[in-house]
Every structure is written in C-alpha cells, then in structure tokens.
C-alpha cells in the first residue's frame, strides 16, 4: 500500500479533542479492506496483507507515557540533543567539568534554551516521589530530569559561554579601543589641524563681517561648506582657494593629514556598543571567579583566571581611556559627545581631508595646462618671429579672397556672366595681351633685326607704368577701365600675371613682366 503523508499526532496531544471521542477499530471490523487494498496498491507490492492481522494490530494503542515538557519544548529540545551527537550523560558530565572540548560552543548557547523552568521542577519532583519508572518518559524528559540534577546549571552554563567567547571578543575589541584613543589624541594634539582651522575661521569673519559680525568658532560640519561656496567664475570652490592660500604662504600646513592617524578605523566604531561589551566582559570574569571560590578544584578555571586576569584588567583601563580620551576630544572641537558618536565626529575630519586632498589635485592640473597653454602661445625660440613676418601677408590674402568672393556674388546676382564691354573692346585687349608682349614705343622694331643670329632679347625685371611710362596700349587700357563695370578687375588679373590694379584710382601702379621675342 502507499504512504498517507499525514501529519500525526501524539498520544499527549489528543486530550480534549474530537479524537478521544472517535472509533477507528470499529470502522476496521465493519469494513472489507480487500477491495481497498486491490484498487490501492502499487506496482511493486507483494502479497496482500492478513486482514485480521492488521485489525488486531490496529486495536494495540500506543502506550500512553508521561510528558513532563510542553510539546512544541519537547520537539525543539530533541532538535537540539541531535546536533549534539552525544549521549545524556556525556552531555551533563562535560558541563559538571567545563569540557570545552566535549561540547561546542554554539550547541552551549542553543542548550542553554532549555534550562529547567520552575514548573518542570515541579513535575520532576512530583514523578521522583511517586517512583515511577524512568521508561515512562521520553528521552526529552529523561535529559531534563538529568539536566536539572546540576548544581548551578545556570552559572555553570554561562561560564562555559564565557570562557569560550572571552579569546575573540577581547581580540575584536582591543583594536577598536586603540583606534579611538589615537584618533582622538591625534586630532587634539595636531598643531597643524589647527592652523588650518583658524585660516578658515578667518576667511568666515571676513565673508560675513559686513551681514552676521565676527564668529568665535564654527561647527565641524561647516567643513563641508566649503565645497558649496565658489567663485564668481565658477571655476572653483572657497576651499580651492584655501589650499591656493595655504600652499603659497604656509607650505609648512599642506601636509596636516599626516599628523592624523586612524581616522578612517574610529569613524567605524561604536563606542557604546564598544563599551557595553567590556561591562559584560567583566561580569562574566566575576562570575567566573565567584565559581571558581566555590568549586577550586577546576583546573579549568584555574588556568583561565591566570591567563585572562591581566588581560581583562587592560582591557577595562582602556575602555576608560578611549571613553575620555573621546569626550575630551569632541569638546575639544566644540561638539557634543553625547549626541555626536564617533560614527559621526571622526567622518566629518576624513570628508575634509579627501576633499584638500583632490583640490590639490585640481589645482596641479591646472598649473600644468596653463603652462601648456603658454608653450603652445609662445612656440619655439626660432620660430618667435615667423608669425609676424606671416601675418601681414595672411591678412592681406584673406582681404584679396574675401573682396573677390563679393565681386563674384554681385556678378551672379546682376551681371551675365560673360566677359563684354562697349564694342567687345576688353576682350580684344585680353586677347592682344595674351598673344603680343608688352614693348616700348621708343624703339622700333628694326632693333631687333641688328642682333646677331641667335641672340635673345635682354629683358629688364621692372618696368614702370606710372606717369611718364610709354607702353603700348596703356592709355587704351585706361580709358576702357574707366568704362566697364568692377567684374572687369577679375577678368584682367585672371588673364595678366603679376598685375597689381589700385582700386579707387584704377591707374596701373606696377607690373612685373617677362619680355620674349615677338612671333615672326
């Protein structure tokens, strides 16, 4: 037949119930199981069960033991002696001698759940003096009457957790006592920490000596302030300055940090937690010895009390240190020890130091891209005077791009964009200049007939076309130039190499020409 997974109950948890009023032996004799058993059997089921067998089975009731434990205790506590995994008496005899090494410290905190309360010690008495058989009762109860017969179980069971926890939870505290009692004679001893303090407390009464009057001191937390202030630029903060400040005229301040020490570690510490720990500290070593007067023949408590005294002894001594070492220390800085912890006194000191810290930073760089900045505006020694021998000619070549753009714009908009003047005059002169060079009117052409075979025409780099000047076409040039429209001054330099027009006066200032041989 398969499982019913039911959740059961026990003899003792049916008292009262509808349960004591219901008859399953009857349901058993009045029915035919065979049909059941057929329709309900599994695959791997052998052969069928003896029916009355299982009737007779099933009108043997569980014997009805006694139960000294409230249930849901009894459950709990059979959990617990599980985890154990030692026997009754093992469990006992080990807490009668402090066997630390029979027992586990987290079973002795779990166990210690479970000592006898006052009523169960009435019920133990109650089943000792009636002398009922120990087989009456469950090993939950037979622990506990086991468990009870201890002397002192309760001192005994928290002298046991005492002893095991005491190596750890010394070694957890004594750093934390250390770094308060550093950290706060380290910032009331720095005479650095409070240079820097008065040139804040300086600049403070001169922002506000004309609206709030001069202050006497200011709150540590104004420290963070000086990260929201900034400069009319608001390129940088008041403390970006103050570093500026300090670096220039008190360099003997930029390393005030350093007389700081363990800052970063007290700003962790619970100071109350820290020292409520030591109090249980020390009640559980006066028990301890209160134990041991009375059973000295511990060897356990022997050893430990010898080992332990002197450690227990530094660790109250400072305890007192780190608490007014402390105190002294946050009124000191005109704070409050009472509502300011180390949680929140020590951090406001590491936020102040992190943040000179990064504004020293900020203004090294800075320093090294102006200097950048300034070598690339400067350039190299031998290239000083390049730019303004360049710059000249540069703008005048922008000036030239710039009136030629606007020509060719006023000629897209008004103008065709064919080359014509009265009689196509222009464009003949174009063509003749293109095709003929430039020659003197005092010298005719037969000059040219007296030069040896060979011989080429010596041609002079300048010549003149001012006043005075007898080239040919140079008035027929005039005259058409003072005709036609401005898009002629493109045309012309386009199609002649090297001429320069005067704008407002059109006469030609200079020209530089080469003079080759006339076509034969």
């Known amino acids: 037949m398969p499982v019913f997974n039911w959740v059961a109950l026990k003899p003792s948890q049916i008292d009262g119930t509808v349960f004591t009023e219901l008859n399953d032996e ?7 199981m065979s049909d059941f058993e057929e329709q309900f059997k599994t695959k791997a089921q052998g052969p069928g069960l003896d029916i009355s067998a299982l009737k007779v089975k099933a009108t043997q009731k569980a014997p009805n033991k006694v139960t000294l434990m409230e249930s849901n205790r009894a459950k709990n506590l059979a959990i617990t002696l599980r985890k154990g995994g030692r026997s009754i008496q093992d469990i006992c005899t080990a807490i009668e001698t402090y066997d630390q090494q029979a027992l586990s410290l987290d079973f002795l905190e779990l166990l210690l759940r479970f000592l006898p309360t006052e009523y169960e010690r009435t019920l133990i008495g109650k089943f000792e003096r009636d002398q009922q058989p120990l087989e ?13 017969k201890i002397p002192r179980l309760a001192e005994r069971m928290n002298v046991m957790i005492f002893l095991g926890n005491f190596n750890d939870t010394a070694q957890l505290l004594m ?5 308060i009692i550093a950290a706060s004679m380290s910032l009331k001893s720095s005479s650095k920490l409070r240079n820097i303090l008065e040139i804040v407390l300086a600049f403070g009464n001169y922002m506000n000596s004309s609206k709030r009057g001069a202050a006497y001191g200011f709150r540590l937390q104004s420290l963070d302030a000086l990260l ?9 903060t008041l403390l970006h300055y103050l570093v500026r400040v300090i670096t220039e005229k008190y360099p003997e301040l930029t390393g005030f940090h350093t007389e700081l020490h363990f800052l970063d570690k007290a700003g962790t510490v619970s100071l109350d937690s820290v020292l409520q720990d030591v109090r249980s500290l020390q009640q559980g070593m006066e028990l301890t010895r209160k134990e041991f007067m009375r059973q000295d023949d511990s060897p356990v408590l022997k050893d430990f009390l010898k080992v332990n005294s002197e450690v227990m002894e530094k660790l109250q001594a400072d305890s007192k240190t780190a608490k007014e070492a402390y105190e002294s220390a946050v009124e000191y800085f005109g704070e409050n020890p009472k509502t300011s912890p180390p949680t929140t006194f020590f951090p406001m000191f590491m936020r102040f130091i992190r943040a000179y810290k990064k504004a020293e930073q900020d203004i090294e760089l800075w320093k090294k891209q102006e200097a950048v900045a300034k070598e690339a505006e400067s350039g190299s020694p031998g290239s000083e005077d390049q730019p303004q021998v360049k710059l000249p000619i ?20 008004k103008e ?28 005719g052409r037969g000059s040219a007939k007296k030069r040896a075979a060979g011989q080429s025409l010596q041609v002079t780099p300048d010549i003149s076309l001012g006043p005075g000047s007898t080239y040919n076409h140079r008035q027929q040039v005039k005259d058409t130039l003072s005709q036609v ?20 006066g059109w006469s030609l200032l200079e020209t530089r020409a080469t003079i080759s041989p006339p076509p034969r």
């Open 136 to 148: 009456e009762l469950s090993d939950e109860d037979q622990f506990m009457i086991r468990f009870s």
């Open 26 to 32: 009857k349901v058993l004799q009045e029915l035919d």
């Open 228 to 236: 929201e202030m900034k400069s009319t630029d608001r390129k940088q």
């Open 485 to 504: 429209s401005v898009r002629w001054y493109l045309a012309l330099s386009s199609c002649i190499p090297g001429i320069r027009l005067h704008w407002r």
């Open 175 to 179: 750093p934390q006592l250390n770094a």
């Open 394 to 413: 540069q703008k005048a070549k922008r000036q030239q791009m710039d009136m030629i753009a606007e020509l060719k714009k006023k000629q897209m908009v």
């Open 416 to 443: 065709p964009l064919i080359y014509e003047g009265k009689d196509g005059a222009i464009e003949d002169i174009i063509s003749d200049l293109r095709n003929n060079p430039y020659r003197r009117g005092d010298k």
